[in-house]
């Protein structure tokens, strides 16, 4: 008994950790700028010299059919079909920043 929850826990570990991995490494394996984390409404930046993380986001939001329509501080609102989505800077977090890690 006590080896299969050690095999679950090992297993759930595993995934958590393949969760939270995944959006970092698609960053840096593919030409993505912007990725979602999964189950969650953080967004993961990689930013080039002279880019803006604001202007990242429009981009990437713009990509799923979102619109800007308002930028207010560390708010940016986006509207699709009705449907308003706020993000805020505290969601952001810059993973790469001029191509070096910054965690």
Do not use: C, H
Request: no cysteine.
């Amino acid at each position: 008994m006590k080896m299969i929850g050690i095999k679950f826990l090992s297993i759930l570990a595993l995934l958590l950790l393949f969760i939270f991995i995944f959006p970092i490494t698609k960053l840096y394996f593919t030409d993505v700028k912007v990725t979602k984390a999964i189950f969650s409404e953080l967004y993961f930046i990689e930013r080039g010299p002279n880019e803006s993380t604001k202007d990242l986001i429009r981009d990437y939001m713009e990509g799923e059919g979102w619109k800007e329509i308002d930028r207010l501080g560390g708010l940016q609102t986006f509207e699709k079909n009705g449907e308003k989505k706020n993000v805020l800077s505290s969601q952001i977090k810059i993973i790469f920043d001029e191509g070096k890690l910054k965690l």
